[in-house]
């Protein structure tokens, strides 16, 4: 069986490498982006199974990227995480779609957590 991929999306290079590094070492094939703008150019290559993205970026802003993905992939699952402003954009990445919002810093056991129910539904689903 193919490995599920994880689409990670954030401007800080080491949350970036933070996550791979969990996921990868939980079984998770990989793809990192810099920005919302990144991560919509690497699904049109391949559509990952779950996207993990920071909220506050330069270019495309995380709720654009949920917006857009929500748009062209609908049913995506979308992990929502930030710092800024005391998580105050974690609402509304709720309203476009998230499926789960963390407000960072971030703990890895809730992490994996959310990203086994997530797609552990995703290979249900199938």
């Known amino acids: 069986m193919e490995k599920?991929?994880?689409?990670?999306?954030?401007?800080?290079a080491h949350v970036r490498s933070f996550l791979s590094?969990?996921?990868?070492?939980?079984?998770?094939?990989?793809?990192?982006?810099?920005?919302?703008?990144?991560a919509q150019e690497s699904c049109q290559y391949r559509t990952p199974d779950l996207v993990i993205t920071d909220l506050v970026m330069p270019e495309q802003d995380g709720l654009a990227t949920i917006h857009a993905l929500h748009q062209d992939w609908p049913g995506m699952p979308v992990i929502a995480i930030s710092g800024a402003f005391g998580g105050?954009?974690?609402?509304?990445?709720?309203?476009?779609?998230?499926?789960?919002?963390?407000q960072k810093p971030l703990f890895p056991e809730q992490i994996l957590s959310e990203v086994h129910?997530?797609?552990d539904t995703k290979v249900s689903e199938a």
């Open 4 to 12: 599920m991929q994880v689409l990670v999306v954030d401007d800080d």
């Open 21 to 38: 590094e969990l996921l990868e070492s939980n079984g998770y094939s990989v793809i990192e982006a810099e920005n919302g703008r990144a």
């Open 88 to 102: 105050a954009y974690l609402g509304m990445a709720r309203k476009l779609g998230a499926s789960a919002t963390f």
């Open 117 to 119: 129910r997530l797609t």
